[in-house]
């Protein structure tokens, strides 16, 4: 149980274009999701909470604007980036909360997917 | 500021033996700690949990202790395997901004010489 699923794996678009990440929750409900950027070689970044029904949380930094997150069902959000440019390319992955754990934060994570902007 | 790091960056150790990931956090008000296992191009993996009311905390080859007095988190792994292979992070749970979240430390790239 609590599989957590990313489409695409992997995106290769044009700058200026935009590429839609979708993240579910296969077998659970997730009223929270959170999205997360990966350099390579480095730590994952938060980005930003999204909770169902309602506007995504956005870390400090993080333009809200450019990176449009929509969490429409218990068990889908979705994460585009609109006009990406190739400083967008990373790899993003998503988690969800585990629902009945309160303040305990554990999370499942997806696959991840790369994103590589030309 | 806040901040979850690591002591090491990259650890190597033979099959067979213990391997010990170690982890320094700052904010004394965290009170729920993970440690994750990720493998090159995959999301992570929970390996193990703790809360701050606990000290210690055993797995399946796997022990987490923490030291709330020096905000000391450690991973243990016993009989180190081939595919223990992976980098391991540390996360912090942490109340900001009417939500939970979670702060990932730099990580450590475990390596098992077979």
């Known amino acids: 149980g609590a599989v957590v699923s990313q489409h695409p794996s992997r995106v290769i678009c044009k700058s200026g274009t935009s590429v839609k990440i979708e993240c579910r929750s296969l077998?659970?409900?997730?009223?929270?999701m959170f999205w997360y950027r990966q350099f390579p070689k480095q730590s994952l970044m938060l980005m930003a909470t999204?909770?169902?029904?309602?506007?995504?949380?956005?870390e400090q930094g993080v333009e809200k604007d450019k990176f449009l997150i929509n969490h429409a069902s218990l068990t889908l959000s979705t994460l585009t980036v609109t006009s990406a440019h190739p400083e967008d390319s990373s790899f993003y992955i998503c988690?969800?909360?585990?629902?009945?754990?309160?303040?305990?934060?554990?999370?499942?994570f997806g696959p991840g997917t790369r994103l590589t902007v030309l | 500021g806040e901040s979850v790091g690591l002591h090491l960056p990259t650890l190597s150790v033979q099959e067979g033996d213990n391997s010990i990931i170690n982890c320094a956090y700052s904010n004394s008000a965290s009170d729920y700690f993970i440690w994750y296992k990720q493998e090159s191009g995959k999301g992570p993996q929970f390996i193990i949990d703790?809360?701050?009311?606990?000290d210690k905390r055993q797995g399946q080859r796997v022990t987490v202790l923490l030291n709330k007095t020096v905000k000391h988190l450690s991973l243990q792994i016993a009989a180190t395997q081939p595919g223990d292979s992976a980098v391991y992070f540390c996360a912090e749970n942490t109340f900001k901004s009417s939500n939970y979240k979670l702060t990932f430390g730099k990580g450590t790239l475990l390596t098992v010489n077979p």
């Open positions: 703790i809360r701050s009311n606990m």
């Open positions: 999204s909770n169902e029904g309602s506007k995504a949380t956005y």
């Open positions: 988690s969800a909360k585990k629902p009945g754990t309160g303040g305990y934060n554990e999370q499942f």
């Open positions: 077998d659970f409900q997730a009223t929270t």
